[in-house]
């Protein structure tokens, strides 16, 4: 029967990253309370800055990186450009995301309105379901990374979640 409620499947891929790849951008401490206003603001730092990046990638995309909450409850947000090395300017904070295991969820959205809600689903079933009968857990303190890639030829970029993982 056709249903227009149609859920579409979301699948992990587990892959190994044989290089460090890095991301030059910039970082804040955040809370529930005031996430909103402080990734906007950070957002717009960054974006005043992006081009004073040295070796952006191309193809390029956009790294975002939110780390598990401390005690207080604040955690770290990162905004940044992927580059081909790790030498940038002082005023950039670098994250490397170092060889190994990642799970990718590739999100799918039909427009910027279903993107929030599509990559809070994958997100939730990345972390209820998959990943407790995968044999894999979270490596690090990252919660999380969002990788908006412009390869694509549409006119909405496409997002990738990533996940550093390691074997239980």
């Known amino acids: ?38 990734v ?16 952006r990638s191309n193809p390029s995309g956009t790294l975002v990186v939110f780390r598990n909450p401390d005690a207080q409850g604040r955690f770290s947000y990162f905004v940044g450009d992927l580059v081909d090395g790790a030498d940038q300017d002082g005023a950039f904070t670098v994250v490397g995301l170092e060889p190994g295991a990642y799970a990718e969820i590739h999100v799918k ?3 910027p309105n279903d993107l929030a809600l599509s990559a809070a689903r994958a997100r939730c079933y990345f972390m209820e379901t998959w990943l407790p009968a995968s ?14 890639d412009q390869r694509s030829g549409i006119r909405l970029p496409s997002i990738e979640l990533i996940f550093p993982l390691e074997p239980v």
């Open 1 to 38: 029967m056709f249903s227009l409620f149609k859920k579409k499947r979301i699948a992990v891929e587990v892959v190994s990253y044989e290089e460090s790849r890095f991301a030059a951008g910039l970082q804040t401490m955040t809370e529930k309370k005031t996430y909103k206003s402080d």
């Open 135 to 148: 044999g894999y857990r979270l490596r690090g303190d990252v919660e999380s990374m969002e990788l908006y």
């Open 40 to 55: 906007q603001k950070l957002q717009q730092r960054f974006y005043g800055l992006r081009e004073k990046l040295a070796g």
């Open 109 to 111: 959205f039909k427009t």
